[in-house]
């Protein structure tokens, strides 16, 4: 089992920057991609940006040259340097690990949200 712990959200106006943090706890050896996830009332949840243990990061084209994702997997953390940040934006930001265990015993976490909130 793994748990996640988001931090970092806030408020913040346009143009402005955050860093979230998301620290990964429970059976964190595990853990293959982290990434995060934002949603919006009246919106499905949709994908920010991912990062595997190895290789390349994945973001959405609109955040692209504004968000930047990382992590350190020696404190089972992933990060997400948000810059420029537009209203637009706004959502609740939900960390995510995607787990592996055995072959073919794929498991998938979330964490509770951390409310991002851009004003104009």
């Known amino acids: 089992q793994v748990q996640l712990a988001e931090s970092g959200g806030g408020l913040v106006q346009a143009g402005g920057s955050l860093r979230l943090s998301c620290a990964a706890s429970?059976?964190?050896?595990?853990?293959?991609?982290m990434g995060w996830y934002r949603q919006t009332p009246g919106k499905q949840r949709e994908l920010v940006a991912v990062?595997?243990?190895?290789?390349?990061?994945n973001y959405a084209d609109s955040v692209k040259g504004r968000f930047t994702i990382s992590r350190d997997n020696a404190k089972n953390t992933v990060y997400l340097q948000m810059n420029s940040l537009k209203p637009e934006d706004t959502a609740v930001y939900y960390c995510n690990a995607d787990s592996v265990i055995g072959i073919g015993k794929r498991f998938n976490y979330w964490g509770q949200g951390t409310q991002v909130t851009v004003s104009s």
């Open positions: 429970g059976s964190v050896f595990s853990i293959n991609t």
């Open positions: 990062i595997p243990s190895a290789g390349d990061t």
